[in-house]
């Protein structure tokens, strides 16, 4: 029997922010347009083919520009150019830009574009390099506001971009590129680095204005901070990433567990073949915080739970609470309870929801205490308030049932539930092959007559406290006699 491996094919799709469709979205064909523009009827310059709206923004006059991805003539169809188009306010072509509206750029992969001050548009993409032996350049480019070439920013208004921090980085490639209120910019970069067996290398940059590093931001001074999985974990890949709070919020995946692999045979006999394909492990997303300076930020632990109510059940209690008012800067990822005032904790149920938290693991009858606290990624927050429970639930049903025939009656006689519901049996009731529930007090054992002798009679008894009605017991037949 052969064996043989079959490899899917990836395609890496890269995340990025745009105005209107969401940053590295590709305009719908019937439906995207932001201010004036209808980005979905973008022509193609110089008569290329398959235009599309890959990121666009709005400068200060109400212009809008917009990356193009297109073919040229005499292109492959899986060959893409890039352009930067820029449209008036009333939604017409600016003449003005570059050539008649349009100015070219020399990527072959396009990833972002920025409003910068004067505005200024900043384009990030990538290309191979043929002068080069075919090296992978990722760079960005700067164009004043009439298409230019803007000779301020980096080498002849282009930064070809790298990572600082370790040698030999090979075929890199732009996340997204943001413009931050200060003038400098942040860049979520990754790169191949031959010098570890050709790993993947996921960094975050700072750079001046003049698109060089700046060498206040990273724990090396270099520009740049390596993004890190979680230990055991593996294959991290940045998506997005966001200014709040003085903190850097980098949208990150990565996996825990090795991929696996399908296989399956197909033909008969010695013509029988074994296929193999990859199935990837699921991807879990997460978050990375970096403070300004390119430090991994932990923040603070969070301020208390808002509890509001508590209601005892079976064996557990439900806590009704709000999230802490404060965070302490990063997201919450779960929450503990006290029942000793803060000796020791533990966790809520699974089941537990974002505004109710189960305790489970209760004596139905005893009274607690119970705090909570929330965890986050510098640990443990501040204990809420205490509230009281007590855990309670409806009888079980009554037990070992006998029903002893008579003249025209039959006695039944059993024993009481479980007494872990926490509250006493206030009433029984029995129902008659079916029929109507009839309350006969407190007592276990009972006549009921009179009744057809010959006639075969199946009774149920169940219990009631003050909580409710449990449920019945199993069924008990009689026959009486004379």
Not at 369 to 384: F, I, K
Request: proline share 5%.
């Amino acid at each position: 029997m052969n064996i043989r491996f079959l490899k899917k094919s990836a395609v890496a799709t890269i995340a990025l922010s745009v105005l209107a469709i969401g940053l590295g979205a590709v305009a719908p064909a019937n439906a995207t347009i932001v201010g004036n523009v209808n980005l979905s009827t973008l022509a193609s310059p110089h008569g290329g083919w398959g235009a599309e709206a890959w990121a666009n923004a709005t400068n200060s006059n109400g212009q809008l520009a917009v990356l193009v991805k297109y073919h040229r003539q005499g292109q492959w169809w899986d060959q893409n150019s890039y352009a930067v188009e820029k449209f008036n306010a009333d939604g017409t072509q600016d003449t003005s830009f570059g050539d008649s509206g349009w100015v070219d750029l020399p990527y072959d992969t396009g990833h972002d574009l920025q409003i910068l001050s004067n505005n200024r548009i900043l384009v990030a993409g990538g290309y191979y390099d043929w002068s080069r032996a075919e090296i992978r350049v990722a760079r960005m480019d700067v164009l004043s506001n009439d298409g230019s070439v803007d000779t301020t920013f980096g080498t002849n208004g282009h930064v070809d971009l790298a990572g600082a921090g370790v040698g030999g980085n090979v075929y890199p490639d732009v996340h997204q590129v943001t413009a931050l209120p200060n003038g400098k910019l942040a860049v979520a970069l990754l790169y191949r680095d031959f010098n570890l067996s050709y790993q993947f290398v996921q960094v975050f940059q700072i750079r001046n204005a003049d698109g060089s590093l700046d060498q206040s931001f990273g724990p090396n001074g270099n520009g740049e901070t390596v993004l890190s999985a979680p230990e055991g974990s593996r294959e991290l890949e940045v998506y997005s990433f966001s200014v709040t709070n003085r903190k850097f919020v980098i949208n990150v995946g990565f996996k825990t567990a090795a991929d696996g692999q399908q296989c399956f045979d197909w033909g008969w006999g010695e013509w029988a073949e074994h296929y193999c394909y990859p199935v990837p492990a699921p991807v879990v997303r997460s978050k990375i915080y970096l403070q300004q300076d390119g430090s991994l930020f932990i923040g603070r632990p969070a301020s208390a739970p808002i509890v509001w109510g508590a209601k005892g059940g079976n064996h557990q209690a439900s806590i009704g609470m709000w999230a802490p008012r404060n965070n302490g800067g990063t997201d919450i990822r779960g929450y503990e309870f006290t029942l000793d005032n803060g000796a020791s904790w533990n966790p809520v149920d699974s089941s537990s929801t974002e505004f109710r938290q189960v305790i489970p693991g209760l004596t139905n009858g005893v009274g607690y205490t119970v705090r909570l606290r929330a965890l986050n990624a510098a640990g443990a927050g501040e204990m809420s308030r205490p509230v009281m429970v007590r855990p309670l639930s409806t009888p079980g049903a009554p037990k070992q049932l006998t029903a002893t025939a008579g003249a025209g009656s039959i006695k039944i006689e059993f024993s009481a539930p479980s007494s872990d519901t926490g509250l006493p049996v206030i009433r029984y009731a029995y129902s008659l092959d079916g029929g109507p529930w009839r309350s006969i007090g407190t007592k276990t054992s009972f006549v009921i007559k009179p009744l057809k002798n010959g006639t075969n009679y199946s009774v149920r008894v169940m219990a009631q406290n003050a909580l409710g009605i449990g449920a019945p017991s199993e069924a008990v037949q009689a026959t009486p006699q004379r």
